[in-house]
């Protein structure tokens, strides 16, 4: 879009009072401006839009809504945003997890101290774990709590099949980093940073890989970005070097696994259930897995017209679910 264009649709949306859509475009201007290496004009307006979007926001908690800005232009295609509520105390997570992402957020809060001191915050994470283990939640997790919006890149509009045309996306996205503060999620990260040695690999997606590379290394933005992947063996072992933390989401043990049916079923009555029987079918089951087996056993108990829920069929939920997830390995 032109920078003609551009007024023209500001003061279209000025005079119209749609102050969120008077925003987006104000955003999309510096973003332009960002791609065009002038970092200090995007920086500026970035600012601005900060200032007024606080402004709104604390004026529309009243009514409990908040400013989200959405994508867009070509953003629209490579970023989907949303606004959690979702706190990491919702979270059922073994507490040596917990504490790194407590870190994580404690420094965030505190970056200026840190900076005094020409210390960096921690704010590139890596997390590997199998699926359902919780690694999307937790990006939403800490975006609640830093009350930060959640961008999650889309990579279906990312990876094309021209060359050279992936990396300028992704220079697109670093470079929305700098005007747009938020978490940034890259989920099923090994699309973009599978191995350079791999037998099938192609020149693309090297330049794609090294592209990311010296972006996530040159990368100063506030933004938290996220990268999660559940194949961590298909990484290629320089990322690994470039992010703050690399954290680890392994399937939960008997104890996690009980929390996580305990917390989902805590609205119905469980004081009947025979929890050594469920502790013998919890082993292998993710975080996902155990809270779809919860609700099937709550939904079969609202289904009879009672909020009891019953070993049998709790069990019978962790079952099927368990043998689903052995078709899914085949």
Same mark, same amino acid.
């Given at each position: 879009?032109?920078?003609? *264009? &551009?007024?023209?649709?500001?003061?279209?949306? &000025? #005079?119209? !009072?749609?102050?969120?859509?008077?925003?987006?475009?104000?955003?999309?201007?510096?973003?332009?401006?960002?791609?065009?290496? &002038?970092?200090?004009?995007?920086?500026?307006?970035?600012?601005?839009?900060?200032?007024? *979007?606080?402004?709104?926001?604390?004026? +529309?908690?009243?009514?409990?809504? #908040?400013?989200?800005?959405?994508?867009?232009?070509?953003?629209?295609?490579?970023?989907? #945003?949303?606004?959690?509520?979702?706190?990491?105390?919702?979270?059922?997570?073994?507490?040596?997890?917990?504490?790194?992402?407590?870190?994580?957020?404690?420094?965030? *809060?505190? =970056?200026?101290?840190?900076?005094? &001191?020409?210390?960096?915050?921690?704010?590139?994470?890596?997390?590997?774990?199998?699926?359902?283990? /919780?690694?999307?939640?937790?990006?939403?997790?800490?975006? /609640?709590?830093?009350?930060?919006?959640?961008?999650?890149?889309?990579?279906?509009?990312?990876?094309?099949?021209?060359?050279?045309?992936?990396?300028?996306?992704?220079?697109?996205?670093?470079?929305?980093?700098?005007?747009?503060?938020?978490?940034?999620?890259?989920?099923?990260?090994?699309?973009?940073?599978?191995?350079?040695?791999?037998?099938?690999?192609? /020149?693309?997606?090297?330049?794609?890989?090294?592209?990311?590379? +010296?972006?996530?290394? =040159?990368?100063? $933005?506030?933004?938290?970005?996220?990268?999660?992947?559940?194949?961590?063996?298909?990484?290629?072992?320089?990322?690994?070097?470039?992010?703050?933390?690399?954290?680890?989401?392994?399937?939960?043990? +008997?104890?996690?696994?009980?929390?996580?049916?305990?917390?989902?079923?805590? *609205?119905?009555?469980?004081?009947?259930?025979?929890?050594?029987?469920?502790? !013998?079918?919890? !082993? /292998?089951?993710?975080?996902?897995?155990?809270?779809?087996?919860?609700?099937?056993?709550?939904?079969?108990?609202?289904?009879?017209?009672?909020?009891?829920?019953?070993?049998?069929?709790?069990?019978?939920?962790?079952?099927?679910?368990?043998?689903? $997830?052995?078709?899914?390995?085949?």
């Amino acid at each position: 879009m032109s920078s003609a *264009r &551009h007024l023209i649709n500001l003061l279209k949306t &000025h #005079v119209r !009072g749609d102050e969120q859509e008077f925003m987006s475009i104000a955003m999309e201007v510096a973003a332009r401006e960002a791609r065009q290496g &002038h970092m200090k004009v995007a920086e500026q307006i970035r600012e601005l839009v900060d200032e007024a *979007r606080s402004k709104a926001t604390l004026a +529309q908690k009243r009514v409990g809504s #908040v400013v989200v800005l959405q994508p867009r232009g070509d953003m629209a295609n490579l970023l989907s #945003v949303n606004q959690p509520t979702l706190r990491l105390s919702s979270m059922v997570l073994p507490e040596f997890l917990e504490k790194r992402l407590r870190r994580v957020l404690l420094e965030q *809060r505190q =970056k200026n101290k840190l900076h005094k &001191h020409n210390l960096e915050v921690r704010r590139k994470l890596l997390f590997l774990g199998p699926p359902g283990t /919780g690694k999307t939640m937790t990006a939403a997790a800490l975006a /609640g709590e830093l009350h930060l919006p959640l961008f999650t890149i889309l990579l279906e509009g990312v990876i094309t099949k021209f060359m050279g045309e992936t990396a300028a996306k992704l220079k697109m996205i670093f470079d929305a980093m700098v005007v747009e503060k938020g978490v940034y999620l890259f989920d099923e990260f090994d699309a973009i940073g599978a191995r350079r040695t791999q037998l099938n690999d192609v /020149g693309e997606i090297r330049r794609v890989l090294n592209s990311f590379l +010296q972006l996530l290394e =040159k990368d100063d $933005s506030d933004s938290l970005i996220i990268a999660a992947t559940n194949h961590p063996d298909l990484l290629d072992k320089a990322l690994f070097r470039r992010f703050d933390d690399v954290l680890e989401y392994p399937l939960p043990d +008997q104890r996690t696994a009980v929390k996580v049916v305990e917390a989902r079923l805590a *609205r119905f009555n469980v004081i009947d259930l025979d929890w050594k029987r469920i502790c !013998g079918e919890v !082993g /292998g089951l993710s975080q996902a897995e155990l809270v779809r087996a919860s609700d099937e056993a709550a939904k079969h108990s609202i289904l009879q017209g009672t909020d009891q829920i019953h070993t049998e069929v709790l069990v019978g939920a962790l079952h099927e679910r368990k043998n689903a $997830s052995r078709s899914a390995d085949h």
